[in-house]
C-alpha cells in the first residue's frame, strides 16, 4: 500500500520554527517530484513548496517564500519542510503530495498521492 505519512505539526506561537516531515512508504518517491500544500478552515486547499526528484530544483508559492524551505532525503524516502517566522495566517493542515509534473516555475498540477496532513497551529 501506497502511502505518504506526515508528522512534525502542532501548536506554537508567533515567531516560532517547526519542521514538518513526510516519509513514504509501498513504492520509492525517489523519481518523484514532491509538494507541501495546506488548508486553513474554510478555505481551499493551497500550494506552499515543492521540490524536483534530486532535489537540486525548488518552487515557493509567495507566503512561504523567504521563510520555509523545503528539502528531500531519497535515502530515507522523506520529505521536509523547514517553517521559520511562523504567523497565525499559516494555521493551517499542511499536506504533502507526491507530484506528476514538477515545475520549477509554477505550482504542479497531477498530484498522484496526498498525505493525511498535519495540523499547525500559530497562536499571537
Known amino acids: 500500500q501506497v502511502q505518504l505519512v506526515e508528522s512534525g505539526g502542532g501548536s506554537v506561537q508567533t515567531g516560532d520554527s517547526l519542521r514538518l516531515s513526510c516519509v513514504g512508504s509501498?513504492?520509492?518517491?525517489?523519481?518523484?517530484?514532491m509538494a507541501w500544500f495546506r488548508q486553513a478552515p474554510g478555505k481551499e486547499r493551497d500550494f506552499v513548496a515543492s521540490?524536483?526528484?534530486?532535489?537540486?530544483?525548488?518552487y515557493y508559492a509567495d507566503l512561504a517564500k523567504g521563510r520555509f524551505t523545503i528539502s528531500r532525503d531519497n535515502d530515507k524516502n522523506t520529505v521536509y519542510l523547514q517553517m521559520n517566522s511562523l504567523k497565525p495566517e499559516d494555521t493551517a493542515i499542511y499536506y504533502c503530495?507526491?507530484?506528476?509534473?514538477?515545475?520549477?516555475?509554477?505550482?504542479?498540477?497531477?498530484?498522484?498521492?496526498w498525505g493525511q496532513g498535519t495540523q499547525v497551529t500559530v497562536s499571537s
Open positions: 509501498g513504492r520509492n518517491f525517489g523519481n518523484s517530484g
Open positions: 521540490i524536483s526528484w534530486t532535489g537540486s530544483l525548488t
Open positions: 503530495a507526491a507530484v506528476g509534473d514538477y515545475s520549477p516555475w509554477e505550482p504542479p498540477l497531477v498530484h498522484e498521492y
